[in-house]
């Protein structure tokens, strides 16, 4: 477990303003990266022991972020 946030910018390098702007464009997308950062927020909170949880429920919020990512990986690639 590595204990570093995956923030958006850093998984996306110079994506940043396809992101903003897709995020303006299309409601959808931006509920994406809305959810993304509460349980990319929620994971790391989770690993550091500031809010621990048990290791099924870390591993769903892993899995959701996951799934969360592909999609808006996705999203970025259709558009770009």
């Not at 949880?53 to 799934?67: C, I, L």
């Amino acid at each position: 477990m590595s204990h570093t946030p995956h923030e958006l910018a850093e998984d996306f390098p110079g994506a940043s303003d396809q992101i903003h702007a897709l995020k303006l464009a299309n409601p959808h997308f931006a509920r994406l990266i809305a959810s993304y950062h509460d349980i990319n927020r929620s994971v790391h909170r989770a690993e550091t022991g500031i809010d621990p949880v048990d290791d099924v429920t870390a591993q769903k919020m892993r899995k959701e972020r996951m799934m969360l990512k592909d999609e808006i990986a996705g999203m970025l690639a259709k558009a770009g």
